[in-house]
């Protein structure tokens, strides 16, 4: 057998979590010679008790691998131990990297500067706003979005990056044969064709809430800093946060309404020390002066020339009165002093334009 599927397979195994996993091969030297050893031997490793050491001997490695490969291969996918190469740099500084990763898409060692962008399930317009219009820029840039596909916030991140012609990560919390939430199995397949899917978990472990905390650290670890954008003060988004405090990497947090309780993490972070976002340049001078130069070598010369679309009198006019706080129609019509005839077809043509964006109930807001 080939020493990589070792790594597989003992990642398999019942009761061996990340730390063990280490300590495991720390005190044996490989994955194989865990296999190999004695039932007592094992016993005296650290914190393997009797019924881990017996789960390691009866654990059937040719037959559990060779199950394992033909679901990797069904599915197109990579594999990579915490020997390979390939393995992202980032990921393999924390405490304690996956062994293995699954993954499809784009290799994970070729993105100079991912970023974790995560947040609440349930955001605000205001939440969505950020999200989308910060996303994309930051992509623009040429800044990998990483994130977890859940609903909310994190679907934003990918879909905004994409949309921007950027590359995003999309870290899963479950095995890669599965879709969690199921409505983003398209979401998933523009992420294959245009950034990559990443797992730890074995190709057929099923969603479940005890492996999110898991993916958390992931998101965190790929990263060079982790954006947080509307959390609530038990969010999972916070862990990511915290994750990354403990990776020693940079903290971010968009600033809220201060009675919105989707704030009130964000806002306590930045309470705690966390680089207050208000723009993708704060975010970005805290990174590294290496990561700054790639990305300042990176802008492109339409990027630098980009100027606001030609806009006739008439939209000028509306797109003064409006903001990134939500007005409604008729406040709309009240502040600009024209028709309401004239504020709802020049609304439409602002909103063709990407330069405003309506929500429900007549409220519109400028991007």
């Known amino acids: 057998m080939d020493p990589k599927q070792y790594w597989v397979a003992l990642n398999m195994v019942v009761g061996v979590g990340k730390t063990l996993f280490h300590r495991l091969v720390r005190t044996f030297g490989s994955p194989e010679q865990v296999f190999r050893s004695s039932l007592n031997d094992l016993m005296r490793v650290e914190r393997v008790s009797e019924k881990v050491a017996r789960e ?8 559990n691998v060779e199950r394992e490969w033909h679901f990797v291969d069904k599915l197109q996918l990579e594999v990579l131990s915490l ?11 924390i405490f304690d990297p996956p062994p293995v990763l699954y993954y499809k898409g784009k290799n994970l060692d070729e993105y100079p500067v991912p970023l974790a962008v995560v947040g609440t ?6 939440g969505t706003i950020v999200t989308e219009a910060l996303c994309n820029r930051l992509a623009s840039m040429g800044i990998c979005i990483v994130s977890g596909l859940a609903r909310g916030v994190d679907t934003l991140a990918h879909k905004s990056a994409l949309q921007a012609g950027g590359e995003t990560i999309a870290v899963f919390g479950c095995g890669l044969s599965h879709i969690y939430p199921p409505e983003n199995n398209k979401l998933r397949n523009k992420i294959v064709d245009q950034g990559t899917i990443v797992s730890e978990f074995p190709v057929t472990m099923r969603p479940d809430r005890n492996n999110f905390p898991a993916r958390n650290r992931v998101i965190s670890g790929l990263s ?16 990511t946060a915290e994750f990354a405090l403990e990776q020693g990497r940079e903290i971010f947090a968009v600033p809220g309404n201060i009675n919105s309780p989707n704030s009130k993490g964000t806002n306590r972070l930045i309470k705690t020390g966390a680089v207050m976002v208000d723009g993708p340049d704060s975010i970005v001078q805290e990174l590294s002066a290496e990561v700054q130069s ?11 020339s980009a100027k606001i679309p030609d806009l006739s009198s008439v939209e000028r006019q509306v797109l003064a009165v409006l903001s990134q706080e939500e007005k409604h129609i008729d406040l709309i019509i009240e502040n600009s002093r024209l028709s309401p005839a004239q504020v709802s077809a020049t609304l439409v043509q602002l909103e063709l334009s990407g330069l405003i964006r309506q929500f429900e109930g007549k409220l519109f807001v400028a991007l």
């Open 56 to 63: 390691i001997r009866k654990f059937e490695v040719e037959k």
């Open 83 to 93: 020997e390979c190469s390939g393995y992202p740099p980032l990921l393999k500084a």
């Open 121 to 126: 399930r349930k955001p605000t317009n205001y």
């Open 224 to 239: 060079h800093g982790t954006v947080v954008i509307e959390a609530g003060e038990k969010s999972g988004a916070l862990i």
């Open 294 to 304: 790639f990305l300042e070598k990176k802008k492109s010369p339409a990027e630098e």
